[in-house]
């Protein structure tokens, strides 16, 4: 085999060091040779010849600053000496060449620990996470989330938000960037409302893919890690007892019970599309709020008033949905049974408002009892929420005024209602 010759030879101190070509196609490369305490190193350089050459400068003048300074060295410091050489050997690296890569990387940490950085790099490059999409993710926490008993409009609402994300951001959940993330967020025509939902969505979705092992566990998800939606709320807006009692006189016997029940018990649009006639307790006076049928998914009990037992009395023996699912298409529940009030109010010749019925139960209600504490268990929320939104809205006579509307003769009431009992 014919020798191999040297492409350059760099000399520096006392100390040489050869560079030849290294059999490597289509890049050019470079194998510094030197000895270093009696032993033959080499080093793979990749990179042009004058490169290569101050490379070979480097390495040679910083073996003979070593060899220089063994002279001056105590016994003490050459074993230290040697010890830090024979430690070096493995990676074939000058102790200079390693002391200075050291101090540089000790200060690019702002002197933490250079093995800490070492070990989280380890992990990070290193970790080997089970591939899942967003959608499958989405689908394991859905079935999840039933298993565990959520509610079937919940899971109805985290499934059609996961449907929207999932057609932008199709990749498994771990190469999903906060920045993709945000433009999502940013790029839907919604109201800041549905827009905070979609990122508390995305968030839930992470944080499961976290707990399944998706994602690693020692770090904010990109979806934790997503620009917060600022909510742009309005004015809270309520009824007046004069358009109270014009919505009750345009109601039907789909309307009726949904306008009753959400302004004189506050009860959302969707649970009363969940409530059956048997939660409400004419007897005891109250109706029940099952966990599984309330928003917040907890049960609570809120009094039937006296006008509202006026109101609903023809329903007294009635059974099945209060929400007549005849009258009920495909769309969601709630949908349509706020497209049955709608409808009310353009019959009554008012202009309907948003959420205005619990609106209207917590002003009416809080003005009436001065109850803060007492008014949050009936409607389902929480104290500081009920005194921010509803203090001081309407006044003790309009209160008055509200909680005494009631059905002015039973001939025009009983007959519509009895209709719907018949149902």
């Known amino acids: 085999m014919a020798k191999r010759l040297a492409a350059a030879t760099v000399k520096t101190g006392g100390v040489t060091v050869k560079i030849y070509r290294a059999d490597r196609k289509k890049i050019e490369s470079y194998l510094l040779a030197y000895y270093l305490n009696g032993r033959r190193c080499r080093d793979t350089f990749t990179g042009d010849l004058k490169a290569a050459k101050e490379r070979a400068t480097q390495i040679a003048r910083s073996i003979g600053s070593q060899t220089a300074g063994m002279s001056v060295l105590s016994p003490s410091e050459t074993q230290v000496y040697r010890s830090a050489i024979e430690t070096l050997k ?3 690296v000058p102790l200079t060449v390693a002391a200075q890569e050291y101090t540089a990387a ?8 250079l093995l800490d950085a070492v070990e989280y790099y380890a992990q990070n490059v290193n970790l080997k996470l089970p591939m899942r999409t967003l959608a499958e993710v989405g689908q394991e926490m859905l079935d999840a989330k039933k298993a565990d008993g959520t509610s079937r409009v919940y899971r109805k609402q985290l499934a059609l938000q996961l449907t929207a994300a999932v057609q932008m951001l199709e990749k498994p959940i771990s190469n999903i960037t906060t920045a993709e993330i945000d433009d999502y967020l940013r790029g839907l025509k919604v109201s800041t409302r549905t827009r905070h939902n979609a990122r508390a969505t995305l968030v839930t ?3 499961f893919a976290q707990s399944r092992g998706y994602l690693a566990r020692d770090r904010k998800t990109a979806a934790d890690l997503s620009t917060r939606v600022k909510v742009k709320t309005g004015e809270v807006e309520v009824f007046t007892p004069k358009e109270m009692v ?8 789909v309307s009726l019970p949904l306008i009753a029940l959400g302004g004189f018990a506050g009860l959302r649009t969707a649970e009363i599309g969940r409530l059956e006639w048997k939660d409400i ?3 005891e006076g109250i109706i029940t709020v099952s966990a599984a049928k309330s928003k917040t998914a907890s049960r609570r009990i809120v009094p039937i008033q006296p006008n509202l037992a006026e109101w609903l009395a023809p329903w007294a023996n009635v059974s099945g949905s209060i929400a007549p699912v005849q009258h009920l298409s495909a769309t969601s529940a709630s949908c349509r049974l706020w497209d049955f009030q709608v409808q009310t109010a353009r019959r009554a010749k008012i202009t309907w408002k948003h959420n205005a019925l619990r609106h209207s139960y917590g002003s009416y209600r809080l003005a009436q009892i001065k109850n803060a504490a007492e008014v949050a268990l009936e409607m389902g929320n929480s104290p500081q929420m009920i005194f921010k939104h509803y203090r001081e809205l309407v006044t003790p006579r309009d209160a008055a005024a509200w909680w005494a509307i009631a059905p002015k003769r039973a ?3 009983i007959p519509m209602q009895a209709k719907a009992a018949e149902g």
Request: charged share 25%; hydrophobic share 45%; proline share 4%.
């Open 411 to 413: 001939n025009n009431v």
């Open 90 to 92: 493995p990676f074939e």
């Open 106 to 113: 000790r200060q690019r940490l702002g002197g933490r620990s």
């Open 205 to 207: 979705a992470f944080a």
């Open 246 to 253: 014009a919505l009750l006189e345009a109601s039907d016997e």
């Open 281 to 283: 307790n004419f007897a």
